[in-house]
């Protein structure tokens, strides 16, 4: 039962290491963390009525046993650093061993919350293409370790030699604060955080508790502005007021958030692996070789436009099926200006020509059927709204008619595909702007659809798909294409695939 | 997109697909599975509508449920039946050089495609009334998100396993799929 032996000479075949002797405490945190919210809120909110014995030790008991398993499961899990893999021993009475090949592994999450910072430790994950769970998670190593740890899956197990000067990783892209600021003005994380805190409170906390609150407050606001007496006009400009002092608040809060989380950007570059570092209080540094890159897209939102930005963000083969996605290697760039995101897809995509000079644009007189769904789900409101109440009131949703026109104009002028050797590309919004790319030897299946509406036409869609694809993402597809094109292309990017071999 | 075509071929998957006949012809499946096909969208409509039907009764106090639900779900069985053998009829499926294609739909029309090299892993399934029919279900798994897994069902038992058997055979000869 030694202590973590130090890693002078890491892929010595043998010798069995453990984790960080503080391991269990980060365990037994992260364990409590599920529990400790439930547990809170029975305590304060919950105790009126299961009072007794069994109330007050009830939750002792529970952190007892959490500490039991978290010390037990420090004591049985150790790993073996190999020539060509790593292999992960854990398990008292359902033992597990498991082995890694490190050419399995596609994301490297190196991970230290505030407390792993003061205890010099983090949290190590290693990614496997699919699978809902990363391959390995270790919490918690020495910071140094896991970094040698890093690195060694860098060189597939092969260290350079000691007196070799360690090679220079490229900076691509880092992020001053001014840069974060913006990403926080463009971004929505505040009003996503308010949101989740809602919905948080309301599973958590009992019904009357937070419906109360709403009532207390809801009341005494507008028992003070009816003592005030103020014309309509006044109310007006007040509600118009509060609505901008929220607008506000929420923005700088985004902004807030996005230090938090971005503060230190980097984007790095060595040996055709990227790395990210980043936060301020927790840091976070994700790595991925290059080639595991899947597809890409290219954002540019109203905001962005405003303050002359993009944000270029990638997907893996990782899947990270109901996590928050924020750890996983997603965003290259958070913001950057559009030439640097051009700049960066060039480099990381040598073979590829961007950005793109010749799009295919929709076929002339496609436009309506942008237009189409939300037209008819219009007319559909508006009718329901007419048998149910018959008033003229029941006509507004028809005034999005013109407006959604007009857009789908737009957006068809701005629409279309872009098609060569390498690479296959798609772009499309009007307000906000999306250009989503992926290289042909990544395509895993095509798809070709046609509806009703398409064969009266004439006209195809066809569907490309990518691994780990997000399903916020925007599809890759070319839509209402002539038919002829539609297959030609079809047929031809089927025959690529067919023999070119899947490169990961 | 003429310029595509001038990549070079990699040699070991061509070796793989080269004992595909090529341009092999669009099959059809076997029409003794019309009737599973139709039993499974039968089920499939009848259910949600027995459902609504209920609800719909429960709510407008017009008709009794007991005899709204049946009735609804008759009928509703009887169009999926309906639409469950036309679907069968209208499934159409190939292996040619290029990979595995599947044709399906008659108002919405979608033609999948899987290249050979693209296959990560095969399911063959047999229900009970399946294995009575001779009948199997072919899955075909991809690495892709939206079009993961490319379900067949109603081929016929050793079509489906000469198509789990020719498109595995590329599988052996990638060391590195992964």
Same mark, same amino acid.
């Given at each position: 039962?030694q202590?973590a032996a130090?890693?002078d000479n890491?892929?010595?075949?043998?010798?069995?290491?453990?984790l960080h002797?503080w391991?269990?405490?980060?365990?037994?945190v992260?364990q409590?963390k599920?529990?400790i919210?439930?547990l809170?809120a029975?305590?304060?909110f919950? /105790?009126g009525?299961?009072?007794?014995?069994w109330?007050?030790i009830?939750?002792?008991v529970a952190?007892?046993?959490?500490?039991?398993?978290?010390?037990l499961?420090?004591?049985t #899990?150790r #790993?073996r650093?190999?020539?060509?893999?790593?292999? *992960?021993?854990?398990?008292?009475l359902?033992?597990?061993?498991?082995?890694?090949p #490190?050419s399995?592994?596609?994301?490297?999450?190196l991970h230290q919350s505030?407390l792993?910072?003061?205890?010099?430790?983090?949290?190590?994950r290693l990614e496997?293409?699919?699978?809902?769970k990363?391959e390995?998670?270790m919490?918690?190593?020495?910071l140094?370790?896991a970094?040698?740890?890093?690195?060694? *899956?860098k060189?597939?197990?092969?260290?350079?030699?000691?007196?070799?000067?360690?090679?220079?990783?490229d900076?691509l892209l880092?992020?001053?604060?001014?840069?974060v600021?913006r990403?926080?003005?463009?971004?929505?994380?505040g009003m996503?955080?308010i949101a989740?805190?809602? /919905?948080g409170?309301?599973?958590?906390?009992p019904d009357?508790?937070?419906?109360?609150f709403?009532?207390?407050?809801g009341?005494?606001?507008?028992?003070?502005?009816?003592?005030?007496?103020l014309?309509?006009?006044t109310?007006a400009?007040?509600?118009?007021?509060m609505v901008?002092?929220?607008?506000?608040?929420?923005?700088?809060?985004?902004v807030a958030?996005?230090?938090?989380?971005?503060h230190?950007?980097?984007?790095s570059e060595?040996?055709?692996r990227?790395t990210?570092e980043?936060g301020l209080?927790?840091?976070l540094r994700?790595?991925?070789?290059?080639?595991?890159?899947?597809s890409?897209t290219?954002?540019e939102?109203?905001?962005h436009r405003l303050?002359k930005?993009?944000?270029?963000?990638v997907?893996t083969a990782?899947?990270?099926?109901g996590?928050?996605?924020?750890r996983?290697?997603r965003?290259v760039?958070p *913001?950057?200006t559009?030439? !640097?995101?051009d700049a960066?897809?060039?480099h990381?995509l040598?073979? !590829?020509?961007?950005p793109?000079?010749? =799009?295919?644009?929709?076929a002339a007189?496609?436009?309506?059927r942008?237009f189409l769904?939300m037209? *008819?789900?219009?007319?559909?409101?508006a009718?329901?709204?007419?048998?149910?109440s018959?008033?003229?009131w029941s006509?507004?949703?028809?005034?999005w008619l013109?407006?959604?026109a #007009?857009?789908s104009?737009?957006?068809?002028e701005?629409e279309?595909y872009?098609v060569?050797?390498r690479?296959?590309?798609?772009r499309s919004? =009007?307000?906000s702007r =999306?250009?989503?790319?992926?290289e042909i030897?990544?395509?895993?299946?095509l798809?070709?659809?046609r509806s009703?509406i398409?064969?009266?036409f004439g006209t195809?869609?066809?569907?490309?798909?990518t691994? /780990?694809?997000g399903?916020?993402?925007?599809?890759?597809?070319l839509?209402?294409l002539?038919l002829?094109?539609?297959e030609?292309?079809y047929?031809?990017l089927?025959?690529?695939?067919?023999?070119?071999?899947?490169?990961? | 997109?003429?310029e595509?075509?001038?990549?070079?071929p990699?040699?070991n998957?061509a070796?793989?697909?080269?004992?595909?006949?090529p341009?092999?012809?669009?099959q059809h499946?076997p029409?003794r599975g019309?009737?599973?096909?139709?039993l499974?969208?039968?089920?499939a409509?009848?259910?949600p509508?027995?459902?609504a039907?209920g609800?719909v009764?429960?709510?407008?106090?017009?008709?009794t449920?007991w005899l709204?639900a049946p009735l609804v779900?008759?009928?509703?069985a009887?169009?999926g039946a309906?639409i469950?053998?036309?679907?069968?009829? &209208?499934?159409?499926?190939k292996?040619d050089q290029?990979?595995f294609?599947l044709?399906q739909?008659?108002?919405?029309?979608?033609e999948? &495609?899987?290249p050979?090299? &693209?296959?990560?892993?095969?399911?063959?399934? &047999?229900?009970?009334?399946q294995r009575?029919l001779?009948?199997a279900t072919l899955?075909?798994?991809?690495?892709?998100?939206?079009?993961?897994?490319?379900a067949?069902?109603?081929?016929d038992?050793d079509?489906?396993e000469?198509?789990?058997?020719r498109?595995a055979?590329?599988l052996?000869?990638e060391?590195d799929?992964?």
């Open positions: 039962m202590a130090p890693m890491p892929a010595d075949n043998g010798t069995e290491h453990r002797p391991s269990w405490l980060f365990v037994l992260q409590l599920q529990f919210v439930p809170l029975l305590l304060v919950g /105790g009525r299961a009072d007794g014995f109330a007050g009830g939750p002792l952190v007892g046993v959490l500490v039991v398993v978290s010390l499961q420090y004591f #899990y #790993y650093i190999g020539r060509d893999g790593l292999s *992960i021993r854990d398990g008292l359902h033992r597990n061993l498991r082995d890694i #490190y399995r592994i596609h994301n490297v999450v505030l792993h910072r003061l205890f010099g430790v983090a949290e190590v496997s293409a699919g699978g809902q990363p390995a998670q919490r918690v190593l020495r140094d370790q970094l040698a740890l890093e690195d060694l *899956i060189h597939r197990g092969q260290l350079p030699e000691a007196g070799a000067p360690a090679s220079v990783a900076r880092s992020l001053p604060t001014a840069e600021v990403l926080g003005l463009v971004s929505n994380r996503i955080v989740a805190a809602f /919905g409170a309301w599973q958590l906390f009357r508790v937070v419906a109360n709403f009532e207390t407050t009341r005494e606001l507008f028992g003070y502005a009816s003592h005030l007496q014309g309509w006009m109310t400009a007040a509600v118009v007021a901008l002092l929220a607008i506000v608040l929420l923005r700088l809060l985004s958030l996005a230090l938090v989380q971005y230190g950007f980097l984007l060595e040996q055709k990227l990210v980043r209080l927790a840091k994700t790595s991925v070789a290059r080639r595991r890159i899947q890409w290219l954002h939102g109203f905001l303050l930005r993009r944000s270029l963000q997907d990782v899947a990270e099926m996590k928050s996605d924020h996983a290697f965003e760039a *913001i950057a559009p030439e !640097a995101c960066l897809v060039r990381l040598p073979q !590829a020509q961007w793109r000079g010749e =799009w295919t644009a929709l007189g496609t436009w309506w942008l769904p037209a *008819i789900l219009c007319v559909l409101l009718t329901g709204l007419l048998l149910r018959g008033g003229a006509l507004l949703p028809l005034l013109p407006w959604g #007009y857009a104009r737009q957006r068809a701005r279309g872009a060569d050797e690479l296959v590309a798609v919004g =009007w307000w =999306w250009w989503r790319f992926a030897d990544k395509l895993q299946a798809r070709l659809e009703p398409d064969r009266r195809a869609t066809l569907r490309l798909d691994a /780990g694809a399903s916020l993402a925007p599809p890759l597809r839509r209402f002539p002829a094109t539609a030609a292309l047929a031809t089927s025959r690529t695939l067919a023999q070119r071999r899947l490169r990961w | 997109m003429s595509l075509q001038g990549i070079p990699v040699t998957v070796d793989a697909i080269a004992e595909i006949p341009d092999a012809d669009w499946l029409p019309a009737g599973l096909a139709a499974g969208m039968a089920i409509f009848a259910i509508c027995v459902i039907a609800f009764a429960q709510l407008t106090d017009w008709i449920p709204l779900g008759t009928l509703g009887v169009f309906w469950g053998i036309k679907r069968h009829r &209208r499934t159409l499926w292996l290029d990979g294609a044709r739909g008659r108002w919405w029309q979608t999948s &495609r899987v050979v090299s &693209r296959v990560q892993h095969l399911d063959l399934k &047999r229900g009970p009334l009575g001779r009948l899955v075909i798994h991809t690495a892709g998100t939206r079009m993961a897994a490319v067949v069902s109603g081929l038992n079509d489906a000469r198509l789990r058997d498109l055979r590329q052996d000869h060391d799929a992964l």
